[in-house]
């Protein structure tokens, strides 16, 4: 069976697009897309067998179903050649039971998942193999990109780095002078990005890489490209799949743009439409 996925609008605005097409919002609204799974063609296999597969994969070391994230490739980008994935093995990371901190907190079956146990040290690689791989299957098929950029205050600028600087591809990073840290800057100059420090805050530095990338040769890496969303919705399968396939009650999450809040909620929905589960937890 053959699997596929595509933008479209947030709104339900007409038209499906390529994700190898170089969008960042709706021809016709002018909103964010979001990325849609062909979920009849994923019910052509059953629960019990998605469930098998991803347990088979399970930190295996056949690139690149190892990963926390291409474990799941049906789900994130089913057409994506393994060849031009760009993979850390991100993902996969232990969820550790705080017995002694649940009791301070009264709270009786406490568990903690850190997502930054990763490459560059933060949740950005889930999100960022699977936006660096699409870029590299674009290149493959002749879309003519020069470079991917992005605006950050650290954890982004990192992850791009890096997977551009595996892939082969340049990378630039617009952060804002004086306000990242040594270490967060260290990174994306040791990968060989091109870092540009702008007199100015984040949203001065997402402007800019937004004019930037209007030109279709550079494109842009930010969260408002939901090709990232695809690789953070991993997390919610990756929790039940340590938990033996069982949902717990609640998840509890920072939030910064929310997201990640986003990207466990349709993590939980695909599961429950597959048949996998019964029931999202509370997101908190």
């Avoid at 850390?88 to 232990?94: A, I, T, V």
Wanted: contains cysteine; hydrophobic residues 45%.
């Amino acid at each position: 069976m053959a699997y596929n996925a595509w933008f479209q609008c947030i709104n339900g605005c007409p038209g499906e697009f390529d994700l190898r097409e170089v969008i960042y919002r709706c021809p016709t609204c002018g909103d964010l897309l979001e990325v849609q799974h062909d979920m009849e063609a994923l019910k052509s296999r059953s629960a019990a067998a998605w469930i098998q597969l991803f347990e088979d994969r399970y930190r295996r070391n056949i690139y690149p179903y190892g990963s926390g994230v291409w474990g799941k490739k049906e789900w994130v980008v089913p057409f994506i050649d393994n060849e031009n994935i760009v993979s850390m093995y991100e993902g996969s990371s232990n969820l550790l039971w705080a017995d002694r901190y649940g009791k301070q907190l009264r709270v009786e079956d406490l568990w903690v998942k850190q997502c930054g146990n990763s490459h560059t040290g933060s949740f950005k690689d889930l999100g960022m193999t699977v936006l660096v791989s699409v870029v590299k299957q674009m290149i493959a098929g002749g879309v003519p990109i020069d470079a991917v950029a992005c605006a950050s205050t650290g954890d982004t600028s990192a992850a791009l780095g890096a997977y551009c600087a595996a892939a082969g591809i340049p990378s630039v990073v617009l952060l804002p002078r004086d306000k990242v840290s040594i270490a967060q800057l260290v990174q994306p100059l040791a990968n060989g990005a091109l870092v540009l420090s702008l007199d100015t805050d984040f949203d001065g530095c997402m402007a800019v890489v937004q004019e930037i990338t209007k030109e279709k040769k550079i494109y842009l890496a930010n969260s408002m490209n939901s090709l990232r969303i695809e690789g953070q919705k991993t997390v919610a399968i990756e929790i039940v799949q340590q938990f033996d396939w069982e949902v717990p009650d609640w998840i509890v999450i920072p939030g910064g743009n929310l997201g990640n809040v986003s990207a466990l909620a349709k993590g939980f929905d695909m599961m429950i439409e597959l048949g996998l589960v019964a029931r999202r937890p509370r997101i908190v």
